[in-house]
Structures are given as C-alpha cells and as structure tokens.
C-alpha cells in the first residue's frame, strides 16, 4: 500500500506539473524585498523574521541554519558541515568551506581489513565514520565578518523551538521510523528518537536547547570546548571512536575564492574545493554550451542524452583529479578551460551512447546524500547566501551525544577508503581523496549564485548526494536556457548520470515513453525506481520588476517564507 500511495504521489506531482503548464503558469511564492527558501516552514520563517527585524542575509543565514539543526535533525545540523557561497550588495563575492575534517589519529586505511579489503559499513555507520563538526565554526565565522545584530537574538528562536517542540510533518514521521533501528544500533543507550512517530507529534529536544544555550553563552568554545565538547568527547571514547578534544579545538573554517566563470551571458559563482560542485558544474556547462538547446525540446531524449554525456565526461575527472586542495595540487584552470572540454566532447556523438568503460579521465599537461540540505537567502539590502549543509546520510552516523542532543555526520564516507571502491552513493575516487590526518573529504555540494549583467539573478542549490550537482545544473539550464521561473523550474522532473555506475537515474513519471525508448535504442541503460528523487532544490529568482520569486521543493516539506 505505501509503494502504491508513493508512486500515485510522485506521479501526480509531475502530471500536474505537465497540465498545469499547459492552462497557467506555475508561480511560486513572489515578495516585495527579501526572502528564504530552506526545507522547513519553521526555519524559513524564522530567518525571515530576523530579516524583518534589520538583520541582513548573514544574520539570517546564522538562525536558518540553528532552527534547521532542530526542526530538521535528519540533515540540518550543528554536528556536521558545509559550504557558503555569497554575493554582497556591492557584488563582491566569496566561499567559506566549514566542511568536516578527519581526526588527528585518522590514517589512510582505517576501513580496510587486514587483507586490504573495504571493511563493509565502517566508514558511512556509526562512531567510526566521523568527521571533526564545521558547522559552528563557519557560524561564527560568517558572524563575525558580517553579523549585524546580537548573536544571541539569532539563536533564541532555535533554543526556544528545541525546549517548546514543534509538530513533526508526515514524510518526518516516516524517516524517522524508517531509521529507529538503526538508532538503537549506533549507540548505547535509548535515544529521544528511538519511537514510534506519527504526524502532529510534538518534538521537543531539552538537550539540545541547552547546548544551544552554551553556544549563545560562550561562542564557538561553548561548541568546540567546555562541557560540549566534553560530552562530545567522552562519548566518542565509549564508543570507540578517535575523535579527541584537540581535534574540536583545533577545528577551522576556511575562507576561499568561488569558481567563477560565464555561462550564455550570465557568470555562475559556485563552491571550490573541497566541494566538487564548482569545477563540474564549469565542466559540464562549457560542455553543452556551443548547443543551441532552444532547438532542442526540454527532457526530450537528444536533451538526456547531451548532458548525460557532459556529465559523464566530468564525473570521470572528479573521481580522479578532484580533493582536499590544501592537501593535493588539482590543476582547477586547466580542467574548466574551454580547450581543454572540448577536447572532452570530440568523442561524443549523437548516432549512440559512449560507454563509461571508454571514458577515462582526461590527459591535463603540465552517494551526498538524499539528506543533505540547502537554504538560499535574499535580504532587502540586496545581499545574498547560498548554503548547502550536511550530516551526509540521513541522521548521519545516527549517533546522537549523549547528553548533548546532537547528531554526528558520517562524512568520512566521503573519501576514497581504497582507490575505485565506491561509497554510499556509488561514487569512486582516487588517491587525491584519500584520507590524512585533518584533510577535509570530497563533497558534491554545489551552493551556487547567478549573475546577469552585472545584478544578481538567482540564488540555488540542493541536497542529493552526487545528484545535487546535476540537479543544479539543470535548474540553470531551465532558467538561462528554457525562460522558466523559478518554482516551475523546481519542479520539473531531473535526471542524472555520475560517470560509474553507467546508468541514467530518472526520477519516476516525469520523461514520456518515446525519450525512453530512444535513449534505450541509443545504447542507454535507464534507472527509473518508483521512490527515486533527485535533489530537493530551494532557489530565489530575481524577476524583471525586481521582485523576487522562491522555488520550494515540492519533494519535501521545502517553503519559502519573505516580505
């Protein structure tokens, strides 16, 4: 019966889609000044009203990003990380990178066993697989460089919403139940999520209030020292794990310069490294880019099957070039030149699919997850924020410290525990990704803004593991290419292709049976599972009257909240 209410939901999400196409245009939320799209009402609304009250996009970034470490624990987070993209008001852009790192006692083949073989699970469950937390830390840093109001009014409504609760959504309910025993089996003690859920249960987390309480008393030392981190800590150390106090006060955010590059006469400013999305994102558009893709019908097969191509070109050098670059040198300009890609695509064509297996990464001279998640901010000052954050899988490690009310991440799954085994998401790597001690792992996340003559256009990004780069991709597409707004484009249904596995993931009832069966004919291996979802976008469009219109994820409980 769920299977059956599952496939008649998803079908019904893109078959009104289609017919509401043809009778009015699908609009989302448009407001006057500011706005933000993140994956829960509650937080949304929250960074709303911090706009509200005079805060800018920074401040608001800061209260989004604590209410969605309580009102969204399967991914938002305190103890994981993540990546921020921004253009201020005078177009000045920049990146920080709060991604995680792996601990001082961490060593390049802690899941191997003694054969050499990937030890199944170490790496993406329980203590094992975790990452040193950014996410506070890049709190602060975004604070201190831009917040204008007292910290402590950007966090009291996060504190407030842990102690009082709020009223678990029905697709909650369902991940919740869907992960008790997995809860139960992380760690060693009955947590406050281990039962049964329904819609309209009230959530309230007292542990986690008052670490947020610590946070807003002492700074980021109420995270990263004190009695955080010793619950931290000691929990770590009942578990088995490595994690140690200096690993926490050793932690730093890192500032970084975007990739930024043209696209059709408009300049995308994306995520660097260690986050993957930047580069193949420059890859896979310079691709496409000498296409005139208006006389190519949107999702029809020669669509598909083009981009299919770009992706499969790009992911086949992030699994090879791509890591930490603090730890490795990648050779960025030359992998996102024009002459360089071209050279990629002189293989392609049109009559039949390339087969991964012949497509290697290309001669340079000289599974994130369903459950990351994104908000994108626009404030009244003109400033913007794009910010992807993550515990990786769902609930992350599904460990929750004791004492302190707070998911791990699972992000050491992100690196490459053996050359060409793949992770969670199917993805390889090689050397470039191994693991050392205090190196920051690959990521796919993809925060990403978009200029157009000179003003800020749009503001996007998403979940979905190693989808979230082609999902953003194909929402500029649908903007730049296609003249779609914003939540029409949010909604249309995506595809994807990451190089290996050679298959073309679709997300169910959204390509008719003729694209299908050409790219079949074509040579095309075609995934398309009833549960299958790719990425959960939240995006802001700035329209011709300069309003602007939010795109919220209808896959989720995504909204967009503004003035």
């Known amino acids: 019966m769920k299977k059956i209410i599952l496939v008649l939901t998803i079908s019904l999400l893109f078959s009104n889609c289609k017919t509401n196409s043809k009778?009015?245009?699908?609009?989302?939320?448009?407001?006057?000044?500011?706005?933000?799209?993140?994956?829960?009402?509650?937080?949304?609304?929250?960074?709303s009203d911090i706009l509200k009250k005079g805060g800018n996009a920074y401040d608001a970034m800061v209260a989004t990003q604590l209410a969605l470490a309580v009102v969204y624990p399967v991914a938002g987070n305190i103890g994981g990380g993540g990546f921020m993209v921004y253009r201020a008001s005078d177009g000045k852009t920049g990146a920080l990178d709060f991604r995680e790192k792996a601990p001082l006692n961490a060593s390049k083949d802690m899941y191997l066993d003694t054969e050499g073989n990937v030890i199944p699970g170490?790496?993406?469950?329980?203590?094992?697989?975790?990452?040193?937390?950014?996410?506070?830390?890049?709190?602060?840093?975004?604070?201190?460089?831009?917040?204008?109001?007292?910290?402590?009014?950007?966090?009291?409504p996060a504190i407030d919403m842990a102690r009082n609760g709020f009223k678990v959504t029905s697709k909650q309910a369902k991940a919740l139940n869907r992960t008790r025993k997995l809860f139960e089996k992380a760690n060693n003690y009955k947590v406050l999520f281990d039962k049964e859920w329904k819609k309209g249960d009230?959530?309230?987390?007292?542990?986690?209030?008052?670490?947020?309480?610590?946070?807003?008393?002492?700074?980021?030392?109420?995270?990263?020292?004190?009695?955080?981190?010793?619950?931290?800590?000691?929990?770590?150390?009942?578990?088995g794990g490595i994690i140690s106090l200096e690993d926490l006060e050793k932690y730093k955010a890192i500032w970084r310069k975007p990739i930024e590059f043209n696209y059709k006469n408009h300049k995308i400013i994306s995520m660097t490294l260690p986050a993957s999305g930047g580069i193949c994102l420059a890859q896979i558009l310079k691709s496409i880019e000498p296409f005139d893709l208006t006389k190519i019908a949107h999702n029809s097969s020669k669509y598909v099957q083009l981009l299919t191509e770009a992706e499969r070109r790009s992911y086949a050098?992030?699994?090879?070039?791509?890591?930490?670059?603090?730890?490795?040198?990648?050779?960025?300009?030359?992998?996102?030149?024009?002459?360089?890609?071209?050279?990629?695509?002189?293989?392609?064509?049109?009559?039949?699919?390339?087969?991964?297996?012949?497509?290697?990464?290309?001669?340079?001279?000289?599974?994130e997850s369903d459950q990351t998640t994104h908000y994108s901010i626009v404030d009244q000052f003109g400033n913007a924020v794009s910010v992807t954050t993550t515990l990786n899988t769902g609930y992350g490690s599904k460990v929750l410290v004791k004492g302190a009310g707070f998911f791990l991440n699972n992000e050491m799954d992100d690196f490459s525990a053996k050359p060409g085994v793949p992770n969670v998401?199917?993805?390889?790597?090689?050397?470039?990704?191994?693991?050392?001690?205090?190196?920051?792992?690959?990521?796919?996340?993809?925060?990403?803004?978009?200029?157009?003559?000179?003003?800020?256009?749009?503001?996007?990004?998403?979940?979905?593991?190693s989808t979230i780069i082609t999902s953003v991709l194909q929402n500029i597409i649908n903007i730049v290419d296609y003249?779609?707004?914003?939540?029409?484009?949010?909604?249309?249904?995506?595809?994807?292709?990451q190089w290996l596995p050679d298959n073309i993931r679709m997300e169910p009832n959204g390509f008719d049976s003729t694209t299908k069966d050409n790219l079949k004919a074509l040579g095309y291996e075609l995934v398309e599972r009833n549960s299958l979802i790719i990425g959960r976008v939240d995006a802001i469009l700035l329209l011709p009257n300069g309003k602007l219109e939010g795109g919220a994820d209808p896959r989720g409980d995504d909204k967009a909240v503004g003035f």
């Open 317 to 367: 050098d992030r699994a090879h070039y791509l890591g930490d670059i603090d730890f490795i040198n990648v050779p960025i300009d030359s992998l996102i030149a024009t002459s360089y890609i071209k050279k990629r695509m002189n293989s392609f064509s049109w009559d039949k699919a390339t087969k991964s297996s012949e497509v290697s990464h290309g001669a340079i001279l000289g599974h």
């Open 483 to 497: 003249k779609m707004g914003m939540q029409e484009s949010v909604n249309k249904a995506r595809f994807h292709h």
């Open 425 to 465: 998401y199917g993805l390889v790597g090689s050397k470039a990704n191994a693991i050392a001690p205090e190196k920051r792992m690959l990521s796919s996340m993809t925060p990403t803004i978009v200029e157009k003559d000179g003003k800020l256009k749009m503001v996007l990004g998403t979940p979905g593991g």
């Open 122 to 156: 170490k790496s993406s469950f329980g203590i094992h697989s975790v990452g040193v937390p950014g996410t506070i830390a890049g709190l602060f840093e975004v604070y201190k460089k831009f917040g204008s109001l007292p910290f402590k009014d950007l966090i009291q």
């Open 202 to 239: 009230l959530l309230k987390q007292e542990e986690l209030a008052q670490t947020l309480e610590r946070i807003r008393d002492n700074g980021q030392d109420g995270f990263y020292k004190g009695k955080t981190a010793q619950l931290f800590v000691d929990y770590v150390k009942e578990l």
């Open 23 to 47: 009778k009015e245009k699908i609009t989302g939320l448009i407001t006057e000044k500011a706005m933000v799209v993140s994956a829960r009402e509650e937080a949304s609304k929250i960074g």
